[in-house]
């Protein structure tokens, strides 16, 4: 059975030096390479976890751009077809912002835009981020955001579900969101929204198998199965270690397919592989 990673970066090694990682890396005890990683790496972690594809995104923020969309595309042109590329943007510059997408997307093959709340300050329903929800509908794309609290140095506020992301959700309903991160400690929250929009996904990178919460196993397992995709947060989280403990949650096999590629694969538009 295929495995789609729908939350992961290629890290340069501005990302990994960035002083908001501090606290991921008090939790993982990694280090700061003093080389770039090589693409080789990200694969190799994907073939020991059984992940047959990844999407890797850049990373824009207001103190400068961690990992360009053209790096991202140098990464998926590297990974023989096993990496995806998701766009980020600046949001301070709404119309280049705008253009930048368009040209990652039409250009570069970019499937997706994501944008990190936290990393701006700026909650999802904030006026910045709406020139680019019309974009991503235009485009066909959907946007991929974080959700629940934030593990590296900033504030959680912006990772509300309500009212944030549910706002966007109502004005924007061709918009396809993926909330990435489940939305803990409002992952109750987070459900309600998928449910509510049928365009509203939720994401479980940045937990392992073990740490789902019980209401997103129940929602999983029953009217959400066509509603949460796997995700790593890789390479906070290794593939193998994220996905251990998965025969204990129980599932049927249409819902693991559905979990592990069904959904991402019809969600981002990728070919399915056997």
């Known amino acids: 059975m295929a495995i789609i990673d729908a939350w992961a970066q290629h890290p340069t090694v501005r990302l990994l030096r960035h002083e908001m990682l501090d606290s991921l890396r008090r939790w993982t005890g990694d280090t700061i390479p003093d080389q770039p990683p090589p693409v080789s790496m990200t694969l190799a972690a994907m073939d020991a976890g059984g992940v047959d594809t990844a999407l890797i995104s850049a990373w824009y923020g207001p103190e400068g751009v961690l990992i360009s969309n053209d790096?991202?595309?140098?990464f998926v042109a590297e990974s023989g077809g096993r990496l995806v590329g998701v766009a980020s943007v600046d949001l301070r510059k709404p119309m280049v912002a705008v253009r930048e997408l368009r040209r990652a997307v039409t250009e570069l093959g970019m499937k997706a835009l994501r944008i990190v709340p936290w990393l701006w300050g700026l909650p999802p329903n904030d006026r910045r981020y709406y020139p680019l929800y019309a974009e991503c509908v235009e485009l066909g794309i959907p946007f991929c955001t974080q959700v629940?609290?934030?593990?590296?140095?900033?504030?959680?506020?912006?990772?509300?579900?309500?009212?944030?992301l549910d706002d966007v959700a109502l004005e924007?309903?061709?918009?396809?969101?993926?909330?990435?991160?489940?939305?803990?400690?409002?992952?109750?929250?987070?459900?309600?929204?998928?449910t509510k929009y049928p365009n509203v996904y939720i994401d479980t990178s940045a937990y392992t198998v073990r740490r789902y919460p019980p209401e997103l196993v129940a929602y999983l397992k029953s009217h959400g199965r066509g509603k949460v995709l796997f995700g790593t947060n890789y390479p906070m989280i290794l593939p193998q270690r994220a996905l251990a403990g998965l025969d204990d949650l129980g599932l049927d096999d249409e819902c693991r397919e559905l979990f592990l590629s069904g959904n991402a694969s019809r969600i981002f538009g990728l070919a399915k592989s056997d």
Do not use: C, D, N, Q
């Open 71 to 74: 790096e991202v595309a140098g």
């Open 148 to 164: 629940g609290h934030t593990g590296p140095l900033r504030t959680s506020e912006t990772g509300r579900p309500i009212p944030y």
């Open 172 to 194: 924007f309903p061709e918009l396809v969101i993926v909330g990435g991160h489940i939305g803990y400690p409002w992952t109750t929250e987070m459900i309600a929204v998928a």
